[in-house]
């Protein structure tokens, strides 16, 4: 089966609307299809949906924070209705708009100015991410190419890394799990932890109630694929599987092969 469990629309910091991003799905045969944009469920209100010939499962990808730490958590499968929920995401716009805000100071302060404004005027309603920052730095000069904005002023420990506004994960895995979904680990071989801050991480999660970890997003690396099914096995989690597609071309395409589940209880066996 081929499945994809994680992907961006235009909701979020996607390239492709939700229409477009179906039409390609539907294109590359995904049988089950969840849309995780960044603290959003606003491709769900998509027309478009009604007419995917695939499964489609609700889903968001959840910021939030561990230990300091900026940390990722997908929900699937919730009742995209519940109150509680949609709180919790209002909540997390405001965060964006608070977090922008003072993304803007901190360049302001490294003498780029006029950022917020600039990327506030482009995003419109759209809540605002790094790469709305990438794209106006990029725009105006002060880097090269697109991952140079993250190396020199958005990533983890730039002056542009702002996270005191996440909710703690525990929060996080509550809210989805409440509304009646599922909380997944998203890419955890990408926060560059050691093996045994990781592992620290997993029991937390699964402590907090997360039931799943992303076993893929994209890259082939067989080693790491095995790593990542023992981590499941050791710590109880169901595997789910995501392109974590954002665009066309420069970045991993849309849809996975349901065997890279190996043999650890998939996710997806809940919605079949
Ligand atoms: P935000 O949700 O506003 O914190 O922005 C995070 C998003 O920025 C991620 O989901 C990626 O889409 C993008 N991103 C993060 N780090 C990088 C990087 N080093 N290069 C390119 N894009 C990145
Ligand atoms: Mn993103
Ligand atoms: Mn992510
Ligand atoms: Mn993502």
Avoid at 26 to 55: F, N, R
Avoid at 97 to 118: C, F, Q, S, W
Avoid at 146 to 174: E, H, R, S
Wanted: aromatic letters at 8%.
């Amino acid at each position: 089966m081929i499945v994809d469990f994680h992907c961006h629309s235009s909701c979020s910091d996607g390239a492709l609307s939700p229409a477009a991003l179906l039409a390609r799905a539907k294109d590359k045969g995904v049988e089950m299809l969840a849309i995780t944009d960044h603290d959003s469920l606003a491709a769900y209100e998509d027309a478009a949906l009604a007419d995917y010939p695939g499964q489609m499962i609700t889903g968001t990808e959840l910021s939030c924070l561990w230990r300091k730490m900026s940390i990722h958590v997908v929900g699937l499968g919730m009742d995209r209705h519940n109150a509680a929920l949609q709180a919790f995401i209002d909540g997390q716009s405001e965060a964006r708009e608070a977090r922008a805000i003072a993304i803007g100071e901190r360049l302001a302060k490294r003498g780029i100015a006029g950022a917020y404004e600039e990327v506030k005027a482009l995003a419109g309603e759209r809540p605002i991410g790094r790469p709305d920052f990438a794209n106006f730095l990029l725009a105006e000069g002060h880097v090269n190419n697109f991952a140079q904005a993250f190396d020199k002023y958005l990533g983890a420990g730039k002056p542009g890394d702002v996270k005191q506004w996440w909710p703690d994960i525990a929060d996080a895995v509550a809210v989805i799990r409440q509304a009646g979904g599922v909380a997944v680990m998203a890419h955890p071989f990408e926060y560059k932890m050691t093996a045994t801050k990781l592992r620290s991480l997993l029991q937390d999660f699964a402590d907090a109630g997360g039931e799943a970890m992303e076993v893929y997003s994209g890259k082939r690396d067989p080693q790491r694929q095995q790593y990542a099914l023992r981590l499941c096995q050791q710590f109880g989690l169901q595997a789910s599987v995501g392109s974590d597609f954002h665009a066309p071309d420069r970045w991993r395409e849309l849809g996975c092969d349901s065997e890279l589940a190996g043999n650890i209880s998939p996710v997806w066996e809940r919605w079949l």
